[in-house]
């Protein structure tokens, strides 16, 4: 039998995470490696399209369990089911995402099927003579990557961090085979019931963001913030940040890119007195289109910069946003 790469395909109501079809993109590179085969886990209610829809992003199978006990995630079923399916095909690989979801399940799952997991992960790679995965990921806080095997164990275990991946490209004609599953729960049994759902006002969805406005230790003050976000609103964006601004206490930690912070891709990035450390860097340098102001002509950021401004944020921000603003003006009129 092929090795089997599988991907968990994490949903809500239908709608899918995008990092699911990222792992599956690299599902399949790797299947290519151990000449195997990708395919997805679909878990849900009435997900029949998340199953199609998986196809199209590259499974060659998917497996799908649909039903109404998996409504909205709980662990106990989706755990369930995912640990059904291992013990049944025996797949070599299993990712999952490195969400709040990807996260809660997988060590779950591994510690049932007494298996290695590495949490989230920022490479994954075969080891040509082996054919082990080599997961890589920081570790000591961040001041070495590790590269972690699993050699002994199936399946392969890991989460890995959205945005790691490129999507890949959707093919609405790419034919494949469900496979349906059965749970084998019923409500009854299940200890947890969700009693109400209040979703959080804001989530910075920094990780998909389009343009991300950030800011370093060079805004020199919190309310250097106010600024960025003002262009970021201008221009569609988020707001993010170094480390440096963060440990400053001049914003939260959910909006701090890089190393231990968030890994974006976004189309613009502006750096705003970031200097451009590695650690900064690993996070950000994916960009499509990456713009640095600086005060420096000698910072590192301007290495990976496709366009540098060598100057005082204070003095090229607000004749910026009020050139935007005077050109939206016009636009209207
Ligand atoms: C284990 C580990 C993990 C780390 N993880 C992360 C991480 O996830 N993300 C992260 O960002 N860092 C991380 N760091 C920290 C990283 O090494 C840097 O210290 C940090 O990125 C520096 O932030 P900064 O660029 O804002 O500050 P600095 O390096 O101090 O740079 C500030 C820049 O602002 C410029 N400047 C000053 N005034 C102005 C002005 N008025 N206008 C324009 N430019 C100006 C300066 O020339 C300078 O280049 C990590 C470090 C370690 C050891």
Same mark, same amino acid.
């Given at each position: ?5 599988w991907? &968990? !395909? ?23 490696e ?9 878990l ?13 992003y ?10 109404p !006990? ?7 079923p ?7 399916l291992?013990k ?9 995402g ?10 779950? =799952? ?17 080891? $040509? ?6 997961m ?18 199936? $399946?392969?275990m890991?989460? !890995?961090? $959205?945005?790691? &991946? ?21 409500e ?5 019931k969700? !009693?109400? &759902?209040?979703p ?36 569609g ?13 001049? =914003? ?15 189309k ?5 007195g ?12 994916n ?5 640095a ?10 290495? =990976? ?29």
């Open positions: 039998m092929k090795p089997l790469v991907v &968990f !395909v994490e949903q809500e109501e239908g709608k899918v995470h995008p990092v699911s079809w990222e792992l599956l993109g690299k599902a399949g590179e790797l299947a290519q151990l000449d195997g085969v990708a395919e997805a886990l679909v849900g209610h009435q997900v029949e399209s998340v199953a199609r829809e998986a196809i199209s590259g499974a060659d199978k998917v497996y799908l369990i649909d039903d !006990v998996l409504q909205y995630y709980r662990n106990e989706y755990a369930q089911g995912v640990i059904n291992c049944k095909y025996k797949p070599e690989i299993l990712l999952l490195a969400t709040p979801v990807g996260r809660d399940l997988a060590g779950s =799952i591994a510690t049932s099927l007494e298996t290695g997991l590495t949490a989230d992960v920022t490479g994954l790679e075969i080891d $040509p003579k082996s054919k082990n995965l080599i890589t990921r920081p570790a000591f806080g961040g001041n070495i990557m590790a590269s972690i095997i699993c050699p002994n164990h199936r $399946p392969q890991s989460t !890995v961090r $959205p945005r790691t &991946f490129p999507l890949p490209t959707k093919d609405p004609s790419r034919q494949a085979e469900i496979i349906r599953e059965e749970l084998g729960l019923r009854e049994e299940i200890r947890v969700r !009693v109400d &759902f209040i959080k006002d804001k989530v910075v969805n920094l990780e998909y963001a389009e343009v991300i406005v950030a800011g370093g230790r060079g805004l020199g003050k919190a309310q250097g913030f106010s600024l960025l976000k003002e262009l970021a609103q201008l221009l964006g988020e707001v993010g940040a170094s480390r440096a601004a963060v440990d400053a206490g001049w =914003i939260d930690y959910e909006y701090q890119v890089g190393q231990t912070g968030k890994t974006v891709r976004p613009v990035y502006l750096a705003l970031i200097s451009g450390a590695i650690q900064h860097r690993v996070g950000m340098q960009a499509d289109f990456i713009i102001v600086n005060t420096d002509p000698k910072a590192p950021i301007f290495r =990976i910069a496709d366009l540098g401004l060598v100057g005082d944020l204070y003095q090229i921000l607000p004749p910026l946003i009020e050139a935007i603003k005077k050109e939206r003006g016009h636009g209207k009129a």
